[in-house]
């Protein structure tokens, strides 16, 4: 664009510092709390998280009694049981999970639950709780392909030989793990794993990484789909992302917030609690799917 007198450029400096303003002006309100925010929770009278609700039994939606969708699963009964613990309600943002960290990071959030795990690389950007669940109990980082692909490999390696187009969800860590199985450029994000399978379905991709026991329950929505037996497939056999964490946005003022998180988490493993919850949700799921 050309710029074609004094006049415009001074109209879009005004613009642009009342935008700096504005900017300015929202930093620091989020910056004017007391500097405890498990304090300025219990001011709001509200708890904040952030999840991707297409991840059962952990996150998933269900249609209530009136035909409403609602957010269900074990990660939201444990930040319910978190709320309950400051006294305050549960709001939850549902975003896809690149918005979950992205709102984490900007501290739109108080905390994020939704399936993380732990990296180095998230550790630099965020904080996270305790472990809370153990995804190696409970399945494994695999792949789902069409069952007449599957039939063509034997091995992890004859994959990785193929230059296969494999589908992840963005910013997740079944992405980082397809990038040792295919050439980055050959891998395609997909905001929400139901959106991915779909892709997948569709023969778009040759395969979707996965949590296994989040893309289970949607084997009854995409039958012509299967997941890959463990014992030749599995992808983090040594249980690197194998425990889910709570995330949190960096910094001193959530190291309260940190800690009844994790008191809520160490009394609710050790009464069965965090088994019942997951339990119940891997029920409710499997009749949950939309389809």
């Known amino acids: 664009m050309k710029i074609k007198n004094r006049r415009t450029i001074l109209s879009l400096m005004v613009l642009l510092f009342s935008f700096a303003l504005v900017a300015c002006g929202e930093n620091d309100q989020a910056n004017n709390g007391s500097g405890d925010k498990l304090e300025d929770i219990k001011a709001a009278g509200e708890l904040t998280i952030g999840t991707s609700p297409d991840y059962p039994p952990l996150e998933f939606y269900v249609l209530d009694e009136n035909g409403n969708r609602q957010i269900a699963g074990s990660d939201i009964t444990l930040a319910q049981a978190i709320a309950d613990e400051i006294g305050v309600e549960l709001n939850i943002r549902a975003t896809d999970f690149n918005g979950v960290i992205a709102n984490i990071q900007s501290g739109s959030v108080d905390m994020g639950i939704s399936g993380f795990t732990f990296t180095e690389q998230r550790a630099e950007v965020m904080d996270f709780s305790e472990g809370y669940l153990q995804e190696s109990t409970l399945g494994y980082q695999g792949l789902m392909m069409q069952k007449d692909v599957a039939e063509k490999y034997d091995s992890i390696e004859e994959i990785a030989d193929a230059d296969l187009v494999l589908g992840a969800q963005g910013g997740s860590i079944q992405f980082e793990l397809a990038a040792n199985l295919t050439n980055e450029a050959n891998i395609k994000q997909y905001g929400t794993l139901d959106v991915g399978l779909a892709a997948l379905n569709e ?82 799921s499997k009749d949950a799917i939309e389809e």
């Open 203 to 284: 023969g778009d991709i040759d395969g979707m990484v996965v949590s296994t026991s989040s893309a289970e329950p949607m084997l009854r929505t995409f039958p012509n789909l299967m997941i890959l037996p463990q014992e030749d497939f599995d992808l983090d056999p040594e249980r690197l992302y194998s425990t889910n964490v709570i995330a949190f946005p960096k910094g001193e003022e959530y190291q309260s917030l940190i800690e009844l998180s994790n008191k809520v988490i160490k009394e609710n493993k050790e009464n069965g609690n965090l088994e019942e919850w997951h339990t119940d949700a891997v029920n409710l």
